[in-house]
DNA sequence: GTGGCTTATTGACAATAATCAATCCGCGAG
DNA sequence: CTCGCGGATTGATTATTGTCAATAAGCCAC
């Protein structure tokens, strides 16, 4: 049961810096802070479930948490989420059920704010409202692309991709680490853990060397020519 | 090329009426009408370009509208639009590329408002800001269960899912029409027009009988026992 | 360090889906 | 009515992916 606390005044600031709390007004944004939340999860914990309706708009502070999803003894992963940034906003403001669960993936701090406060806020608050959909537009072209990978492409070219786009987001450099386990990665690309490994393998010719979480792409251009990358499917910022 | 002309009131009225316009200030709603065109279109039309700059809000009068997209020599269909509803606002109120291609499936009658007249009335308008929140939050949440649909199922279990959806859709009755090609429900579906027919006959046991575009189910709860529909993905109103 | 756990890998096999090629069918033009 | 076109179906084959089982490798607690 989390226990209701203060808000540091370091999580309000960082909270307050994120594009959806800028622009709002101060009163509103005490208003939210109000009512929130922080609470540290330790890893492998659910934090909500698909089908509950929407108690807390949830912002990871740090850590990370999956967002999955089952059907018939079926599981697979939508989307990992980082710090800072808001998940299950959509089910927050249309007061529906969540479509995903999340469960942490490492120890992760999260602050909660009640749904209904920001529903409040939402009607209230001119500047909040917008920056809401801002943020929606930016999650639905998110899974849009998340979609095109999907339907577009082979696990083989969506590993490729997700290493293009892995190597440039940890800074470029030829060696990089994953950050999450393979078991994971292979249900983000919807495949099977097995298949993620000879994925693996069938990339050995493009010039990826795997050991561990530790990946190596000798010849970027090489594998780009088999990957394809398009900025439409790959590019997350835009 | 279209044609600059003044919209009709009983399409002014239509438009009004949608969810997206129903609560914004008369002025506004005036402003926007004021640079709107209504263009007749035949079949197989390519109205926007995935990549292109959002230059118009587009709404569908009548008709039917493809939204697709294509990657390395692959093509797939992302959804199907009918009236009345807007499409690809995201990419109009971001000023970003649209990430998908839009196609008349049918004869189409569509309005298109100018996008930066969109984007002028939403920082205008409060009411209408807080309008695309809910449209943007449902498109999101459709994105969502379609991408659970994918990753979650076969694809001989997303046929049945689809029939039964559409069984429903069609008000219930044992025997419907599907409402467009089988090319382009392979496509929907993710699939080869191929394995679309294969999948036909998979289903036979569960009792779809297929005549041309005309499906009979004879017996709704033995398909759904296979296709086990869960409101969290397949109902398509929450 | 060692035991016991989970994850990762590998091989053999089965299931699923795509491709290629050959009809078949329905429909509109002439 | 008949031709010709495009979509739909079918069969044969290949490619891709999933499943099951066994083993190897890494990690943590003790």
Redesign the interface.
């Known amino acids: 049961m989390p226990i209701r606390m203060g808000l540091p005044e370091s999580v309000h600031r960082d909270i307050r810096e994120l594009h959806l709390f800028r622009d709002m007004a101060d009163a509103h944004f005490t208003d939210l802070m109000h009512g929130a939340y922080v609470q540290n999860f330790p890893p492998q914990i659910e934090l909500i479930s698909?089908?509950d309706t929407s108690d807390f708009l949830h912002i990871i502070l740090s850590g990370s948490v999956d967002l999955f999803?089952?059907?018939?003894k079926?599981?697979?992963s939508?989307a990992t989420v980082r710090p800072i940034s808001t998940f299950i906003?959509?089910?927050t403001?249309?007061d529906?059920?969540y479509?995903?669960s999340a469960r942490t993936l490492t120890k992760s701090r999260i602050a909660l704010i009640p749904s209904q406060d920001v529903r409040a806020v939402?009607?209230a608050d001119?500047a909040f409202?917008?920056a809401?959909?801002?943020e929606?537009?930016?999650?639905?072209?998110s899974?849009?692309?998340?979609?095109?990978d999907?339907?577009?492409?082979t696990s083989l070219e969506r590993l490729a991709n997700f290493l293009l786009r892995q190597r440039i987001q940890s800074g470029g450099s030829a060696t990089f680490e994953l950050d999450f386990e393979k078991r994971h990665l292979a249900a983000v690309l919807?495949m099977t853990p097995e298949n993620l490994s000879r994925a693996f393998k069938g990339l050995q010719p493009y010039g990826v060397e795997v050991d561990g979480m530790q990946i190596t792409i000798t010849d970027p251009g090489d594998l780009a020519s088999f990957a394809?990358p398009?900025p439409?499917?790959d590019d997350h910022s835009?």
Not at 69 to 72: K, P, Q, T
Not at 143 to 148: G, L, P, R
């Open positions: 698909e089908g999803s089952a059907w018939n079926r599981e697979t939508m906003l959509a089910a403001i249309l529906a059920p479509l995903m939402f009607d001119n409202a917008r809401i959909v801002a929606l537009a930016q999650c639905y072209r899974m849009v692309k998340a979609q095109k999907l339907k577009l492409r919807g394809k398009n439409l499917i835009t």
